[in-house]
């Protein structure tokens, strides 16, 4: 067993595929919840296109099917579907800001009487938005971020002696006597350690998920409070998938590659390993020291 090369310690790569692979599970699934609303998004843009219209009937202004065209072009509808798919990349950095179409025409009879056609009226916002400035999903991926800041952060300082210790171990220095002690005692924690300490973002972002949706319950655009609600069910089962994940891939490393490189032969026979019948290879089980 001694003779096996010294392998490295994983810590920061299984922190990042693991925060990638959740990504690769929830930005899919809301994006396809965010192009399921494009048709509510185009109901309703259509609905402020007729609002706009009839001012402008009454007033007397005659438009062409050329200009109609033109206006129905500027509408919101195309900056919401933009902004939700950037949403849905976790990319939107901005927000649908108000369109004003300006359009210059002549009225039958008088060549230089102009119209104008403004959606806002004495310069008051008359759009509609689908990401709010303070919504849900804003401070939803601030607060992801920052967690998993702290988590990495975290990640880092309790793997730190492990890293070290089979780093001494391949340049075959002395390893301080404290250190073999915390890792012996250790080793088999990492798994479940690193589990919680990786998740624990998502659990607090789920807290604050139910918070929003049962006690707070505000939100401005009943598009996004549908797509929010269906999110939080996403972000469940790429949390648990995401446990499951680091887990066993760490669990797996421990087993294979780490334990004899901190467990001497004896110490595995004895203590480690408790047979339960057959070769040794197929018919023992993991126990901690």
Known sequence: MQNKPVPGYYGL??????????????IPFLTFLAFQHIPEIA?????????ELVPAADSGVVYTQAEIDSMIRETPARQE??????????????????????????????GSVKGRADQDTGHEENTIKLIDEEGPFEMYFRLLFYMLVACFLAGLLYNRPFKRYFRLKRKERKIPEKLHAYCRK?????????????????LVIIIYSLFVIIIRDRYDG???????????YIT??????????????QKHRVHIKYIEHIFTDTELRGQVFRKKGGRSGTGCSWQAA
Do not use: C, H
């Open 81 to 110: 579907i933009d902004s939700i798919a950037r949403i849905a990349a976790g990319m939107d950095g901005s927000r649908p800001e108000t369109v004003s179409t300006t359009r210059s025409d002549t009225i039958p009879g008088d």
């Open 236 to 249: 469940l089962v790429a949390t648990l998938l995401e446990f499951l994940f680091v887990y066993f891939w």
């Open 222 to 232: 009943e598009i996004e409070k549908d797509l929010f609600i269906q999110f939080f």
């Open 13 to 26: 790569r299984i922190y990042l595929l693991s925060t990638i692979l959740y990504f690769f599970l929830v």
């Open 43 to 51: 109901e309703r843009s259509r609905q402020a296109i007729g609002s």
């Open 186 to 202: 250790q080793l088999f924690a990492t798994p479940v350690v690193n589990s919680i300490i990786l998740t624990l973002p998502n």
